[in-house]
């Protein structure tokens, strides 16, 4: 037999696709030629699995190998193909009898000595191989945990190509994947921890409830970052959908953590304000790579000291903060990724980050305006819930003790008011309030009656609101609804989120 086919797994972005790997040996000059798009990876990929057959016992057939990966208009990265190869290229050579891999997906990369090891992207993989109906994979060892999580696919494991050749030709069994270990994470800190700002704290429980995106400018040590860090800590845990799709993300990207469980807390991100436009948003040559949003998908990206970043990469958020997905395109092809976060801003007053009318800060009004005007207005536009948290008082800080309300009663009203959200919007594909579409809100049976919303109208006409804005705030006022335990907003629910928007007195 000269020909053989083995099936493995391609990633384009998140989305995995079954791609079939040919081998074709013919008589002539001994040569490797690899057809389907490979990229740079693949096309080394010739060298490493001649090294990895030889050491590992196997016999090297000096023909002229014809690899072809299928679908062969589907750009291919990486080395998870690797050894898939190395099988079907002993298959095709008759080395193997291919019969035990029948409708067997195999994925790793192989080592100069036959060891196998880890790749990137095996759980969005092997849940491609469950999407398309196939019920076996074969992972490396150290990938195993991760593959197990995905239901409905019998994973096994190994370690060299010596032991995938024994279980091929003799049946000699494969690893058994480790149990998975416990969901739950390490706790985070709590917001018990933060002394007074109950306008802070009032906010960050508002943006939680509706998956709202948030601004704290303040001074320093008002609180700001400490209120930003605690906001995973207040947020539901992920349900199973999500929490594939976040674990699928920084599989991509190898940030997993050791274990292979499905990561149930929401994400926190909080890049360093030198962040580049491709670490925030995504980029790279080739496969471009998650970036800082779409690693916070379903969770949290908090850009500390946000009037410090670079221009470009604050707008460059401006796209994913509107559709939840970023696009990255490049000359052979597009990549998508979700990034549906929540956007939390920090900033101070001024440069020299001192209170207004302190009497050591030299900054005019003119530097003032100038240092805040780097957050654009269509960026702030985007943003739901802006606040400014005064100073704290000496009285605040020094007499907090532990009455303040930790984390875990406040994340009981958040799932409270997210549970109302999410019956109210069943059917529709929304999550949270902040992801209504605003015509839904603007038409009956959600409309809200002229006497609630004058106030708002009257801004609108006014100019001082912007429609995007007039939509955000009435997603607000469903959500204080929500966690006041009310069927529909009434005046004052109005009027809270305009303060929230806004940070006008109510």
Known sequence: MSYAKVLCV????VAGHVVEVEADLAPGLPAVVISGLPDTALHEARDRVRAAVVNSGQRWPNRRITLNLL??????FGSAFDLAIAVALLGGSGELPLLALDRVVVLGELGLDGTVRPVRGVLPMVAAAARAGLERVIVPADNAAEAAVVPGIRVRAVDTLHR????????????EPPALAPSHGPDGPDLAD????ALGRRALEVAAAGGHHLALFGPPGAGKTMLAERLPSILPELDDEAALEVTALHSIAGLLPAGGRLLRRPPFQAPHHTATV??????????????AVSLAHRGVLFLDEAPEFGRGSLEALRQPLEHGRVLLARSR?????PARTQLVLAANPCPCAKPAGDIHCECSPLARRRYLGRLSGPLLDRIDVQVTLPPLRAAELMEATMAEEPSAAVAARVAAARRAGAERWAGTGCRVNAEVPGPRLRRPPWRLPERDTRELRGRLDSGSLSARGFDRIIRMAWTVADLDGRDRPHSDDVRE??????????
Do not use: C, H, N
Request: charged residues 15%; glycine residues 22%.
């Open 164 to 175: 995938l050749v024994e279980f091929v030709r003799d049946g000699t069994p494969l690893i």
């Open 497 to 506: 989120a305009i303060q929230l928007r806004t940070g006008d007195a109510a």
């Open 71 to 76: 679908p062969a208009t589907m750009p291919k």
């Open 278 to 291: 491709a670490s925030l948003v995504g980029g790279g040559s080739g496969l471009a790579r998650p970036g």
């Open 10 to 13: 391609g990633l384009v972005g």
């Open 194 to 197: 933060v002394a007074g700002q």
């Open 333 to 337: 092809g597009g990549t998508e990724y």
